[in-house]
């Protein structure tokens, strides 16, 4: 029987794939101790396919159906760990692009007791990735591959494919509290959050037989933003929406005096169309984790809006006075008060406008006293924000 393992399927309107993969698994796993566990997220009939398929089925079969996809795949792929009934568990796709035949390959691999995470890779020697169809899908993950292990040289310093969706890995030795999953790319989250031991196989990456492919521009920019967020933490996205909102602020103001206007004025629109620019950006990327204990989207607009003008308002006259007062070069005062307005804002959205709500008292009378002062906060905050993943 060996080792007992859960194969944790993850489905998107994955009906017409269902009876084959549950077959072909259960044909790879003959005389295991082995259940299916899928994790639908499908506006379709697809857990009720599952259902009826598991009547049958040779082994184990059972549907999670979540009514709120919440971290997309990765999300479901969280959900299934905690939910399997064994340590030891697959994830695999549901689109059968993951040949169920090398499931016995990787409790195989995982058995020489030398590894947490199992891999199955499409860039080892007798790997394959013709399944992603075209040369530019082959070129955009090959990309993301290679920026995805500059980024994390020492943890995946024996990864080939950190985003592959095919792996084994014992729950045991993760930290599932500490997963914030977003987007496709479990794997690698697994991978940046935890120091694992990797091993890999290697995969042919099938043609998808039915459905559609869930890639796009948007879960493109998801993994970007990911990507940053778990080598660097929230800091390092407000950074470049700051960078961003300055390179269009700049490109702004240049068309608008172009085109005639006094610089005054196109120095306020750029500046203002930048502010809330930057508002979308943050609530989207930087902090969306914060927004459901946080005070309504108006008035967090609100508080980031006045913030902003005033951080403005304040920061070219101080600037001023530092040279004037100081005799420092103009170009150091400017880059010193950058600095000190992006910590600035940082915090201030931090603990401000994204702070969770009180909680009230349970007689209802009122909210529950603060238990630390505002300065242990800020250090709290700082000490979070810095210590955020990524290799430490």
Known sequence: MGTPVTIIVP???????????????????????????????????????????????????????RAENTGGLSG???VGLQAASSDICIVMDGDLQHPPELLPALLDRHAEADADVVAASRYIGGGDMSGLGTAVRFGVSRAATWLTRAMFPRRLARST???TGFFLVDRRSLDLAALQPRGFKILLEILARNDLRIAEVPM????RRHGASKASMRQGATFLAHLARLRFGKMSLFALIGAIGAAVNLGIMWALTTAGMPYIWAAVIGAEVTIIGNFVLQERFVFADMRTDARAVGVRFASSFAFNNVEAALRIPLMALMVESWHISSVFATALSLIVAFFARFLFHSLVVYAPQRQRR???????????????RVIR???????KPGEL
Do not use: C, K, W, Y
């Open 161 to 163: 494919d950190p985003m």
């Open 76 to 78: 479901a792929v969280v």
């Open 381 to 387: 905050a700082i000490d979070a924000e810095m210590m």
């Open 11 to 65: 489905t998107f309107n994955e009906r017409e794939n269902v009876a084959e993969l549950v077959a072909r698994i259960a044909a790879a796993l003959a005389g295991r101790d082995a259940e299916i566990l899928f994790v639908d997220d499908s506006t379709d009939d697809t857990a009720a396919e599952i259902a009826r398929v598991a009547i049958d089925a040779p082994l184990p079969v059972r549907v999670s159906h």
């Open 204 to 207: 042919e990456f099938a043609e």
């Open 362 to 376: 349970a007689d209802g009378t009122g909210a529950e006293p603060a238990t630390d002062t505002a300065a242990q």
